[in-house]
């Protein structure tokens, strides 16, 4: 940004006046580059708490108090990735983990920390290397210093162990709210129990990895991100509303029920996405999981083949049965049928669920290969109106 155009932008969006001395004074009055008073500062905080990431940038040049608010919101998020779409070498991942801890301890910049994503996506040398112990333990001082964390998202898929070891062993961020792990197919097993017990306050928990999920206290999750349903145990005692199944299996629907009936989310859970990957499909986890969760407002479910006419029936029925269902999301992502069926699949859904179940509202058909079909409603009585699919 030149000069003057620097003055420009500065003339419109400046704010109260600091202290300046007489020489800074006197260079130059009369220059829009002197602050103006025609934004009043709380105004003026409410406009920068809502600026993008490249405009605070450049309002935090504007004067120290912008800089001071603008750091708000700055350093409110923060990444450390290395190898990620990328191939690093293992001397510049660490200097990479080093420098991104320095420009975090530097300037004060850790209490404003509320986001942390942490993504080792390639080696950092040799296991007794000292040098990747030492990034290790600068990863271990960020998180014991970050002690507003609401938000840590992390993903390792080299030095596992090392790394699990941390978070059995290091207290942080006590105010923890949500958590995302993914560890590849490394087996956690009970590494992180301690760091369960340590954080009770946790409302949102991902987990995209092999291995079991421990049960763990947790009074107030309120979603459930899981690769597997098997991996539900964490469920047990937990009040969960939002339940989100990478891959469900038959297999796996009876011991996802069990889970779900020993805590209070058989009656709490609003929410389910899941993607059935039997092949050939069933309506096994509609007759087994669907219908005892009656108060489900949304549903996702994608099968990876169509269930054939007796099962389709039979899972068409279980989410008729669902009084309370606003939103559903429906279909296959490989189609197989006829062209011909499509449309009676359609009507068969809407047969099923339009009369039935009065609450909804919208309804996503996965019935082509290419896009999937949406139809909304106004009221029960409204007849449905297509619309055009936006992606995610």
Request: charged letters at 20%; hydrophobic letters at 35%; a negative charge.
């Amino acid at each position: 940004m030149s000069r003057g155009t620097f003055k420009k932008f500065y003339k419109l969006t400046s704010g109260p006046t600091p202290p300046q001395s007489d020489e800074e004074t006197s260079s130059d009055t009369s220059e829009s580059f002197s602050f103006s008073r025609s934004v009043p500062w709380d105004i003026m905080c409410a406009i920068i708490a809502h600026l993008d990431f490249e405009t605070l940038q450049v309002m935090s040049l504007v004067a120290q108090d912008h800089h001071q608010e603008c750091a708000k919101y700055l350093w409110r998020n923060f990444t450390i990735s290395v190898g990620k779409g990328y191939q690093a070498t293992e001397e510049a991942a660490r200097k990479h983990i080093d420098h991104s801890a320095a420009a975090l301890f530097s300037r004060e910049h850790m209490k404003w920390l509320r986001g942390l994503d942490i993504y080792i996506g390639t080696p950092l040398g040799r296991e007794n290397n000292p040098l990747v112990e030492a990034s290790i333990q600068q990863i271990s001082t960020l998180l014991q210093k970050a002690t507003g964390l609401q938000q840590f998202d992390f993903s390792a898929y080299h030095h596992q162990h090392r790394f699990l070891h941390l978070f059995s062993t290091v207290s942080f961020a006590p105010n923890l709210s949500e958590f995302s792990s993914r560890f590849g197919s490394f087996r956690v097993g009970n590494a992180l129990d301690m760091f369960w017990r340590t954080h009770p306050n946790l409302r949102s928990v991902e987990w995209d990895g092999h291995g079991e999920l421990p049960t763990a206290h947790l009074p107030v999750l309120h979603t459930l991100r899981i690769q597997f349903g098997h991996q539900a145990t964490i469920l047990q005692g937990n009040p969960v509303r939002d339940l989100h199944i990478h891959a469900l299996l038959d297999r796996d629907c009876s011991t996802l029920m069990e889970n779900i009936r020993a805590s209070p989310s058989q009656g709490t859970m609003v929410l389910l996405t899941a993607t059935l990957c039997d092949n050939p499909a069933s309506a096994f986890a509609y007759t087994i999981v669907l219908k005892h969760l009656p108060n489900l407002r949304n549903i996702t479910l994608i099968h990876v083949t169509m269930p054939d006419k007796p099962d389709r029936d039979k899972a068409l029925y279980v989410l008729s049965t669902l009084r309370r269902l606003e939103v559903v999301e429906w279909g296959a992502s490989n189609f197989q049928l006829p062209e011909e069926e499509y449309d009676d699949v359609k009507d068969d859904f809407f047969r099923a669920c339009s009369e039935s179940c009065h609450h909804l509202r919208k309804a996503t058909l996965h019935l082509y290969e290419d896009f999937p079909l949406v139809f909304v409603r106004e009221s029960f009585h409204s007849p449905w109106v297509r619309k055009p699919y936006e992606c995610h």
